[in-house]
């Protein structure tokens, strides 16, 4: 492995923007769907099984060239925001893919719609009965639809509705610029201020993203705003009662179970958060610290600092050691160009693993300076790549896996290769500090996330009362915020606008508390792992994550004995943070 930062190749998709295989593709989705809407519109319920298997397969070819071509729109974009031509590619490609879903909404609202006798009778034919995982959670939704031309308008309005708004939002950071010593930083850059050593460059750079959000503040609360009326909008006429109960749905978990995690979570703010940043505020010199201390390094330098080359190689015998099957699989990764690492002006900020379509592979975005928690984000995004890997056997339409699976293997891929960093470590005090970064790594994971979704709920349950103010949205933020980090972190008026950058209330609404659900969940499937309790842990392991989106979250447990709408579930999860938290106390 090079020590130069890799740039992906997209051409296992096209070979450019400018490829005519994309329109001969598209053409080719857009004569097929129509030709499955003439002879089956309003026609399905009379179907046999195998006529409707059959369609079933034709649908998901289209779905698969669709998820094709709008993959290598939405990373060529990604991998440059700033660029034009990928920005208009990119809202050309989902312009075009709506229209012909447009044609194709009526397969998934009449096989939700089939009678339940007749459903039951259909699945007893084996080709039928291999949807079943896909079609229970469209029969599921199918109380919520609307009627098809409703249904329609929706799909074909979506790029210049919610879309719009989103693309508004990351074109719009992608061009902000942050003042820093004379230097214009992007936002990756400003962020990655707040982890220095130096305390007046973090001062400087809260200084400075806090400014340049308020400065903006006006146009993100105008999208907030929008974005929230039109989610309450649609849902108010699917007929959800909850806000969060369309995003439960999609999740296939129950509004307790959710509420359990986070009423469980918020409970115990005091004894992890509050805690530890009391005592961090006290390692810094005082009793107390600013808000963009959080993250500052407690040893008084940023750590140690990793090649791209020792950073990939920590991952790989993370992999190598816990199982064979999923070191091959990482490896495929670091060997093709499946990886974009660079930092470099117009690209996204963050990480992300895309995963692409199941024909083809994921590919994984991030901006590596080389700290710890760039490594640890390269093992969070592997888990994820892989992840996406095993779960592809399921074919298009079963392997997403809902957001309560969906971070259980890349927050676990960074238990692993945390402790592969330890182990290696001779030094106490690095220990130490190390376990320090764990905690708060955690605490970034799992109350910090379900403090964003206590914000969200908040602004999205008083949007339904008018509109909001950026005063309003912002004392929102402070309230939840204040109530996650306790009275060890001061927070001022420069605090307010933070919310602003986070672009997940964006992106995906309530979408934070998978991170939460994740970080719990992993944390009692490393106990388990570790007491060696399980014997065949590496077989159930791999079977959760080949799931997919074909078996729910608690079915998906029970090889492991675990039951996650009890709050003594997440309990568990927690009491490993804090007894992680004593240690340190006592150290």
């Not at 130069?4 to 769907?33: G, H």
Request: charged share 25%.
């Amino acid at each position: 492995m090079s020590d130069k930062l890799p740039v992906w190749s997209l051409t296992d998709f096209y070979d450019s923007i400018e490829s005519e295989k994309i329109r001969a593709d598209l053409q080719k989705c857009f004569d097929e769907a129509l030709e499955l809407q003439q002879k089956y519109e309003g026609k399905i319920a009379s179907l046999s099984a195998n006529e409707a298997s059959n369609l079933i397969v034709c649908y998901e070819q289209i779905i698969i060239l669709l998820g094709k071509i709008s993959s290598h729109a939405d990373l060529c974009f990604a991998a440059d925001t700033s660029n034009p031509e990928f920005a208009q590619h990119s809202q050309n490609m989902r312009e075009a893919i709506n229209a012909i879903q447009s044609n194709l909404v009526f397969i998934e609202l009449e096989l939700g719609s089939i009678s339940e006798v007749q459903y039951l009778q259909m699945l007893k034919e084996e080709a039928f009965a291999h949807y079943q995982p896909w079609l229970r959670l469209l029969r599921l939704a199918s109380k919520y639809n609307l009627e098809p031309r409703l249904e329609k308008l929706l799909v074909e309005q979506s790029p210049t509705n919610r879309q719009a708004w989103v693309r508004l939002f990351d074109e719009t950071f992608s061009e902000l610029r942050f003042e820093f010593l004379g230097e214009q930083l992007t936002e990756t850059e400003i962020l990655n201020k707040l982890s220095k050593a130096d305390p007046n460059v973090r001062a400087t750079a809260a200084a400075s993203l806090s400014k340049v959000l308020n400065d903006n503040l006006r146009l993100f609360t105008l999208i907030t705003n929008t974005i929230s009326k039109q989610k309450d909008t649609e849902e108010r006429w699917r007929g959800y009662k909850g806000v969060i109960s369309s995003r439960n749905l999609a999740n296939d978990v129950d509004d307790h179970t959710v509420d359990t995690l986070v009423e469980t979570v918020t409970n115990r703010m005091p004894e992890l958060s509050h805690r530890y940043y009391k005592l961090k505020a006290g390692w810094l010199g005082g009793e107390t610290m600013p808000w963009w201390d959080r993250n500052a390094p407690i040893a008084g330098n940023e750590g140690k600092k990793f090649s791209w080359q020792e950073a990939c190689e920590i991952v790989q015998s993370s992999f190598d050691g816990f199982d064979a099957e999923m070191g091959e699989l990482a490896k495929q990764f670091f060997d093709n160009s499946w990886i974009d690492a660079e930092i470099r002006t117009g690209k996204a900020s963050g990480a992300f693993s895309h995963p692409s379509v199941t024909t083809v592979h994921p590919y994984i975005l991030m901006n590596f300076e080389g700290y710890s928690r760039d490594v640890m984000t390269l093992a969070h995004e592997m888990g994820h790549g892989v992840h996406q890997l095993l779960a592809a056997e399921q074919g298009e339409l079963m392997s997403s896996t809902p957001l309560t699976l969906a971070e259980t293997a890349s927050v676990f891929s960074e238990m692993l290769t945390f402790h592969t960093i330890l182990d290696a470590e001779t030094s106490e005090q690095s220990k130490r500090l190390m376990l320090s970064d764990k905690i708060e790594d955690m605490l970034n994971t799992v109350v910090r996330q379900v403090a964003f979704h206590n914000f969200e709920y908040l602004v999205h349950t008083h949007r339904r009362k008018g509109e909001l103010s950026s005063d309003e949205i912002s004392k929102f933020w402070v309230e939840t915020q204040k109530q996650a980090l306790g009275p060890g972190i001061r927070i001022d008026d420069s605090f307010k606008p933070i919310w602003a950058y986070v672009p997940h209330f964006v992106h995906s609404p309530f979408y934070v508390y998978a991170y939460a659900f994740g970080d719990c969940l992993v944390n009692a499937l490393w106990q388990i792992y570790q007491d060696g309790s399980d014997t065949d842990f590496n077989i159930h392991y791999k079977t959760l994550l080949r799931s997919g989106g074909t078996v729910r979250f608690d079915q998906a447990l029970t090889p492991f004995s675990l039951k996650p709408s009890e709050a003594e579930f997440w309990n568990k999860g927690l009491d490993m943070l804090s007894t992680m938290i004593d240690q340190l106390e006592g150290l």
